[in-house]
């Protein structure tokens, strides 16, 4: 089993930036895909970004491709996800997860963090 704390969440202003953080601990992650995923209040779990672990390769939706950058540092067994040109629209919790598929359906996640609020005001 992985344990997956998020951090890094906060209020911004619209226009600002943010980076989020998601340390893993436990089993080995290396054989995952990781993800990021939003929960607005009334809404359902949407994908924001993946990242496969060992080679690194990255997938976003659209709604924030161009704006938001996830990375990982397998040193650190901590995944990022760096939130530039935030929209009162980017105001959710943020939970990281791990997969062993590659895929962006939360139902395909299967370890989650407690999640971390961010709150963009515009």
């Known amino acids: 089993q992985v344990q997956l704390v998020e951090s890094g969440g906060g209020l911004v202003q619209a226009g600002g930036s943010l980076r989020l953080s998601c340390a893993a601990s436990?089993?080995?992650?290396?054989?995952?895909?990781m993800g990021w995923f939003r929960q607005a209040p009334g809404k359902e779990r949407e994908f924001v970004a993946r990242?496969?672990?060992?080679?690194?390769?990255?997938y976003y939706a659209d709604s924030v491709k161009g704006r938001f950058t996830i990375s990982r540092d397998s040193a650190k067994n901590t995944m990022y996800l760096r939130m530039n040109s935030l929209k009162p629209e980017d105001t959710a919790v943020y939970y990281c997860?791990?997969?062993?598929?590659?895929?962006?359906?939360?139902?395909?996640?299967?370890?989650w963090g407690q999640g971390t609020q961010v709150t963009v005001s515009s």
């Open positions: 436990g089993r080995t992650i290396s054989s995952y895909v």
């Open positions: 997860a791990t997969s062993v598929l590659l895929t962006t359906a939360p139902k395909g996640f299967n370890n």
């Open positions: 990242i496969v672990w060992i080679g690194g390769s990255t």
